[in-house]
């Protein structure tokens, strides 16, 4: 049980750093059920991130502030890691923002 509230601290975080990467590594090769649970987590979480298609205000909000100019609406700052996420994976967003 340890070892799944590790990785599940792991998964919270937006951003690992080169020792929670090693962490992370360690634990997925040393523990199967592990390793499977993290796979089936990126699986439904890249499946969450292509449902639901990004809207016009959300891409002119990405854009903005990638050009490090104030978006329209404040929550799209807060998400874009979200909305990263969301455009690396899906062609049919990422197509309209070119």
Not at 42 to 70: C, M, N, P, W
Request: with cysteine; net charge negative.
């Amino acid at each position: 049980m340890e070892n799944l509230e590790k990785l599940l601290s792991l998964i919270e975080k937006k951003h690992l750093n080169d020792i929670d990467q090693k962490l992370l590594h360690n634990l997925l090769e040393n523990d199967t059920s592990l390793n499977d649970f993290y796979k089936t987590y990126q699986k439904l979480g890249r499946a969450f991130t292509t449902s639901k298609h990004l809207t016009a205000d959300e891409l002119a909000d990405y854009i903005l502030v990638k050009d490090k100019l104030e978006p329209s609406n404040i929550l799209n700052l807060q998400n874009i890691f979200q909305l990263e996420e969301h455009l690396h994976h899906c062609s049919k967003c990422s197509n309209e923002l070119e």
